[in-house]
């Protein structure tokens, strides 16, 4: 065969995303909190932009201003100098997965035609705050190594998220469990270990309960370093000789034990930055309706409203005399209600599928977490008619506030166990939460075995191995049935 160059024809299908539909995909992904950000930039790139006051509901349009001509007038020169750029928004669930079978929707130049007022991609909070990482994210990086399960990783989240600047806690435990609806004595264990976290002393509820973590933590917390600590009045006051005499040491020694004590930090938490970026704010509100059911809305206090100038647009383009200028003005006015339109389609998505969340898990809005049913990506989607891969992005970083307090909405994600005659299965945090309450009620002379437990959840509908019951109950902390027994007979005689 002859080797040689020539020209071949040949047909293929190929995926091609325009940069403005991956950018629509990218503000699903974006709490409101970033697209705040966005569109700071936004309108500093584009003059046609303006922070309006109208609702969304009304399409985006602004009221024409004090310059601008007749209504209509300003409407026509819009849809004149928007031309084709200005078609209509595609954004239907189809089109806003077309990436995934490409992995295109991360790749594009994010230049200032396409709304971000800088190279680069859609602006980065994590990348634009303070350079000191802040205490909570620093915290919460450490969780998944510690947390037994999901549930006390999110309860772990949730005091994370309550620690003040210096890494104490201030709010009564007793309030934290009532708002999440569970014992306060998982919120005792989660607080356990979140006190196991670095820097050591976070979590603390007192001056000394933070120096007696780090002390142990260092092996010297006996009973001499204990009666100290519980003195720190006493060593303010300078009262040595009194400190000697209840802690049973000698001068030496006592020496020592306050050369240790000042060596820790009484304030861990401020080796980190403050806690104004980490602070959550709610991307979603949910309060009771008052037919019985719910409603739910976007937290608009940090979803700011965009529209189009339209009298600057019309001030501008009379003072367009070449080509150039108004491709220029045409180009920004294309770009400015692409925008809108991609923020409002944004919004009615993040809704479309919180609606549907709540709708699952109804019983957790109202009881707790015993409630908590399994929830798979895939079922919202499927009840909304989107892609898994919208719900996806839609439920990264967004966080919904109700009655229970804050919770990302990942966290209504469950998988499912012990399916029974039902087979839908219940949550493993619900049967966690199952478990705890039928140890927490067993009588002190009658403790249930793991034979027993699986015979009680299987008669309400849980399914489940007697090997999956243990792995439960251990991972709640709550020892066997030896361990209860004694563990109960103390107490009582205590």
């Known amino acids: 065969m002859a080797l ?39 309108l500093e790139a584009n003059p046609l932009l303006d922070a309006g006051q109208v609702s969304r509901e009304d399409g985006g349009d602004a009221p024409a201003s004090e310059t601008a001509p007749e209504p209509s007038t300003s409407d026509d020169l819009i849809r004149e100098g928007a031309g084709e750029a200005d078609a209509p928004l595609d954004l239907d669930p189809t089109a806003l997965d077309t990436d995934r079978d490409t992995g295109d929707a991360d790749r594009g130049d994010w230049s200032a035609s396409d709304f971000s007022g800088s190279a680069g991609e859609a602006p980065d909070l994590e990348n634009r705050s303070d350079d000191a990482m802040s205490l909570a994210m620093h915290l919460e990086a450490q969780v998944g190594s510690v947390a037994p399960d999901p549930q006390a990783a999110f309860i772990m989240r949730h005091i994370i998220g309550m620690l003040d600047e210096a890494g104490y806690l201030t709010a009564p435990l007793r309030d934290l469990a009532s708002d999440l609806g569970l014992p306060i004595a998982e919120v005792e264990h989660a607080l356990g270990l979140v006190q196991m976290l670095e820097p050591t002393g976070v979590g603390a509820r007192s001056l000394s309960e933070c120096l007696a973590l780090q002390a142990k933590e260092a092996d010297r917390y006996d009973p001499c370093m204990e009666v100290l600590i519980d003195n720190l009045e006493l060593v303010a006051k300078g009262a040595f000789a009194h400190l000697r005499r209840i802690c049973g040491v000698d001068e030496e020694d006592l020496v020592d034990m ?104 109804d019983g957790f809005f109202r009881k707790g977490v015993s409630e908590l049913r399994p929830l798979t990506l895939a079922k919202v989607a499927e009840a909304i008619e989107m892609h898994e891969s919208t719900v996806s992005r839609v439920t990264s970083n967004k966080y919904l506030h109700c009655k229970r307090g804050t919770f990302e909405l990942k966290y209504f994600f469950t998988s499912g166990v012990g399916g029974g005659a039902s087979g839908e299965g219940a949550s493993a945090e619900a049967v966690k939460a199952r478990i705890k309450a039928l140890t927490d009620a067993e009588d002190p002379a009658k403790i249930l075995s793991d034979d027993t437990l699986v015979e009680m959840l299987k008669a309400e509908g849980f399914d489940l191995a007697r090997r999956t019951v243990a792995k439960y109950r251990e991972a709640i902390g709550i020892g066997s049935s030896v361990q209860r027994r004694r563990a109960k007979k103390l107490a009582a005689m205590g």
């Open 258 to 361: 306050l050369g240790e004590l000042r060596s820790y930090d009484p304030r861990p938490g401020l080796q980190f930055g403050g806690t104004a970026s980490s602070a959550v704010v709610p991307d979603i509100l949910l309060t009771p309706g008052s037919d019985g059911g719910w409603d739910i809305r976007l937290n608009e206090d940090t979803l700011p409203r965009l529209v189009v100038n339209r009298g600057y647009y019309v001030e501008l383009r009379g003072g367009c005399t070449s080509k150039d200028a108004r491709g220029w003005l045409s180009e920004k006015l294309a770009d400015a209600n692409w925008l809108i339109k991609a923020l409002d389609q944004r919004q009615k998505t993040i809704l479309k599928v919180a609606a549907e969340i709540v709708k699952q898990q």
């Open 4 to 42: 040689g160059p020539r020209l071949d024809l040949r047909q293929s299908q190929s995926l091609v995303m325009t940069p403005q539909l991956q950018q629509a995909i990218k503000l699903l992904a974006l709490s409101n909190l970033e697209i705040e950000t966005f569109i700071g930039e936004a």
